[in-house]
Every structure is written in structure tokens, then in C-alpha cells.
């Protein structure tokens, strides 16, 4: 590992006396004497071989160089700043890391609302986030790879927190057959379009939606799954926040069914381990528990009365 020349405390010292205008305000930020952050910038710049700062009139600006040097400092010195912040955290406990899944029912949008909430607070704490379907929600938290998860069902030896009730909605594209029927659709017609359905994500794939056509495809992605129901290639369920959007816009509607047009179900928070969870952990639950409540208020104060 090379060594390096310049020292931290002489990049901070570059840094200081530009954003402060000088040696005289660097120094009382800095709580050093002008002379000792004279010398070392004069050092720095014998070590490297450049000139920093060049006189122009009464002042002394920075050179190109300095420029670069500057710029590079700084983000040096922030990142550094930053390393001992993140340093602070863990030794108070706080995980470099947090792990969830979170099932495909659970709105997106909601979801990295959620996640942006958590990250504004803690910029440095990794997510490690896995979109799961159906079974592949268990065996993330049977196996530990997640701190907790958001599921449509509880695990067999786990507790969870109701989070919200989802409500799945039968959906095409408005071109696509089932709306032009001239009546509600049966399960018969059904069986003569395409299902399209989201595979499940665990290894065993133990688990299957309640209703699988013979004529389907089967994808791995709630994206894909939308991306081919809007382009008229068959029909879905979906959860109705999950494309508020493309309802609203008119891109897909409601499926009039004779029976069954309308699915519902719960989502739980559940951790694999909760006295094992770490602060990160646990604030992030939180945020997500408020989050969805605000929301949740929100969708009930302006449903229709």
C-alpha cells in the first residue's frame, strides 16, 4: 500500500483556507496560528511540486492546480468526516447494513418513499432490499438474510404487525377482449386469454396464486408482469395502489367479472429475530409504519362518502 505524501490534516488546512478567504479566518476556524497553516501549505506544495496559490494584486487565489487540488481535497476531507460518522454509529450499534423483502404487493412507490425517509437520516447505512413473491418470503426469513420482512402471510413460528390492508383488482388493457364482451366476464372466459402471473420466488416454490389459467405466462417481475398487461398481451391482478397510476390515466381498467373481480387480503411486518434487531433495524420499521399509516389516513379521508 503506497503511503501518501500530504497528510489529512494539511488537506484540511487547503480546504479551510480557501472556503474561509484566507489564513487569518482558517486559522480562528481551525484554532490554529496563521503561520502554522502557512507552513503547511508551503509544505504540501514542496511535497507535491505545485504551486497552490499564486498572488494577484493584495490576494492570493488559487492556481489551476489548486483548483484540482481543492476539489479533490475536499471530497477527501468530507469522506473522511464521513468515515468517522459511520464510525460513531456502529460503535453505538447502529448496522452498517439492513436487510428486508418485501413482497411485490406492497406498493413501490410507497415503498422507496419509505426508503428515501430512512436514508435521509441515516445516509450511510447500506439497504440491501429483496422483492419477493409468495414463498421466497419465508425462506428469506427462515434463513436470516433479512432483518424483517413485509408479507401477505405469517410464517410458521413468527409473529408480525398488520401493516395494511391490499386490495387486488383484476386488470387489462382497455383494447383487451374481456372489456368487450357486452357482460361480466366468467371464469370460462377467462380460461380463453392469457394469465399473467408473477412466479414465486423461493427456491421450493411451495406456493402458487389461487387461481392459475392454462394459457399463461409466467415472469419473474411485478414490472414485466405490468409491461405485458398494458400492452394488451393478457390480464392480472394487481393490488390497486400498485397501479393507481395507470388506472387513473385510463391505461388499464377493471375487469367486470361476475364473481370474484376483487381480492383481499393483509401485508404483516415481521422480523426474523426482534430482540436481535439492531436501531437502524428498528427505525426502519418505524418510518415504514408511519409511512403507511399517513397513507392509509390519507386514501380514507378522500375515498368517496
Known sequence: MAIPKISLDQWTTLVAVVEAGGYAKAGD??????????????RLEELLGVKVFEIRGRRAVLTP?????????????????????????LAKGWEAEIRIAVEILFPTWLLVQCLGAFSAERPDTRIELYETVLGGTDEALAARRVDFAITSILPQGLLGDELMRVRGVLVAAPSHPLHHLGRAATLEDLRRHRHIVVRDSGIHRTRTTAFLNEQRWTVSHKATSLHAVLLGHGYAWFPDEAIRGELERGALAPVPLREGAERSGSLYLVFADRDAAGPGTLRLADIIRAKVREECTRASESAPT
Not at 476556524?29 to 508551503?42: E, F, G, P, V
Not at 484540482?68 to 471530497?75: A, F, I, N, P
Request: charge should be neutral; charged fraction near 25%; glycine fraction near 8%.
Open 29 to 42: 476556524a481551525l484554532h490554529k496560528s496563521q503561520s502554522t497553516l502557512t507552513y503547511a501549505i508551503q
Open 65 to 89: 492546480t489548486g483548483e484540482v487540488l481543492y476539489r479533490r481535497g475536499k471530497t477527501l476531507v468530507d469522506e473522511a468526516a464521513r468515515l468517522e460518522h459511520a464510525a460513531g454509529e
